[in-house]
């Protein structure tokens, strides 16, 4: 098995619903010009019934719209609660990426001095586009998207055009050396660097390294030193790994990618969305909402956190993960219950809006529970968890001198789960 996952990835993702969505609208494909003259490849989805002019969701993607068969599959999971809410939707490849003109730039950084474009541009340009060519559209653009779609969303709330009247950012990187895909805490994440670099670098279309064993941990054992991937496979052509091996410390180049310095103050109103047990971008989404936080004056900054792993709210129930059941459908709530009205609210005047300014799912107790602020410093005890000997975890200190104090384990990477 190999170690990346990556958002929405059609294939490992099992479609949700009988029902297909898709035929509820006229599709039209588009390439869009941008201010450079690149056109990007974009897909518009119009619903076929709508009598009134309808607001926009927006979803820009490196992943390609349509998954390995060919299929939306958004409108399986992320987007299925606001199909009946009606609304036109539009998918975009990004810049270099599937069907779109251009070159790719990783995590292209918003731009400075003489650079004319970045990702931010790019969705000002499409919205600039739409809102004149899309008939029948209520002048309202909001953009969502999850992980690297999360990121673009941050991008586009930069400098924001002035239609661009609601965001949800949901587990977005904000810092790749501090916390996010690539390193946790400056630890670079081997497996998954390598892979995700070669899967964005090789080709316009996501590409699948070849491992010529199947236990992945083997292969990385065997790779040896680091050098050895640029010398045995990606000689020097995979450019985010070079970048990987050029500056393994908290240089300039990975804090001129981290959001927070760009992230003023709130200029649309955003839900920043992170899962409890993300393993690719739990830092960003807590950092981003922190951040915006600081200067909200006109509140505008949100915060959503459930039991989820990365992406566990864009599809499927999230009544569970692995053997963990929390007693309620966690994603189809957050899809219906938060992310649902959310837009509405903002798009198409339907409210009140109910979003606390943090809702959180308390994991044990299994409750959504709302709070005033994040993180909350009221009403709230901070009880200690204490290890146990044979790998158990309780609130009660162990008990002194009678052997259960410790407990030990020999650390071994040949075998690594004792
Ligand atoms: N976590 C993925 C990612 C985002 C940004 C950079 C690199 C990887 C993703 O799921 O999109």
């Known amino acids: 098995m190999t170690a990346s996952t990556s958002w929405l990835s ?15 609208f006229v599709k039209t494909e588009a390439m869009i010009p941008m201010r ?16 009134v ?9 490196p992943y390609g719209i349509t998954d390995d068969k060919g299929h939306n599959s958004y409108f399986d999971g992320l987007i299925r609660e606001l199909v009946d809410e009606g609304y036109v939707f539009v998918f975009q490849d990004i810049r270099g990426r599937y069907k779109s003109e251009g070159q790719f730039v990783m995590f292209r950084p918003p731009r400075g001095g003489n650079e004319k474009i970045d990702e931010g541009t790019d969705t000002y340009d499409t919205i600039e586009w739409l809102l004149k060519n899309v008939a029948h559209n209520n002048g309202r653009v909001g953009i969502m998207g999850g992980s690297y779609g999360g990121w673009l969303a941050v991008m586009a709330m930069l400098d924001p055009h002035p239609a661009l009247k609601a965001a949800a950012e949901q587990a977005s990187p904000a810092d790749q050396f501090l916390g996010d895909d690539f390193h946790h805490n400056g630890a670079f994440r081997l497996s998954y660097g390598f892979e995700y670099s070669s899967r964005m670098e090789s080709s316009k279309i996501q590409f699948h390294f070849a491992f010529d064993i199947s236990d992945a941990f083997e292969w990385y054992l065997r790779l040896g030193a680091l050098s050895n991937v640029n010398e045995k496979y990606f000689h020097a052509n995979i450019p985010t790994w ?14 001129r990618q981290a959001v927070a310095p760009y992230l ?3 200029t649309v109103p955003n839900l920043n969305v992170a899962g409890w047990w993300d393993q690719e971008d739990f830092y960003g989404p807590i950092k981003i909402y922190e951040t915006l936080e600081k200067n909200d004056t ?9 039991p989820w792993n990365h992406g566990g709210w864009a599809h499927g129930t999230g009544r569970s993960l692995g053997k963990i059941d929390f007693d309620s459908d966690t994603a189809t709530y957050y899809r219906e219950k938060v992310q649902a009205p959310w837009f509405a609210y903002w798009l198409k005047d339907r409210g009140p809006l109910t979003q606390p300014e943090a809702l959180a799912f308390q994991t044990g107790s299994n409750k959504w529970a709302s709070y ?3 993180p909350p410093l009221h009403n709230i005890t901070n009880p200690k968890l204490y290890f146990h ?17 410790f407990d030990s384990y020999i650390s071994d990477p040949a075998h690594l789960v004792p």
């Not at 059609?10 to 509820?24: F, H, I, M, N, P």
């Not at 002019?53 to 993607?61: E, M, N, S, V």
């Not at 000997?389 to 104090?405: N, T």
């Open 10 to 24: 059609g294939a490992a993702r099992k479609l949700q619903t009988g029902r297909d969505v898709t035929s509820l």
């Open 36 to 51: 450079d003259g690149v056109r990007l490849h974009t897909e518009i989805f119009i619903p076929k019934k709508s009598r």
């Open 53 to 61: 002019a309808l607001p926009f969701i927006f979803i820009r993607t």
């Open 242 to 255: 070079n970048d990987f091996e050029e500056h393994p410390n908290y240089d300039e180049f990975w804090r």
């Open 264 to 266: 003023v103050k709130p």
């Open 298 to 306: 006109r509140h505008l900054n949100y915060l959503v956190s459930g």
């Open 372 to 374: 005033e602020e994040w």
């Open 389 to 405: 000997s044979g790998g158990r975890l309780s609130f009660d200190p162990p008990d002194a001198g009678d052997g259960e104090g």
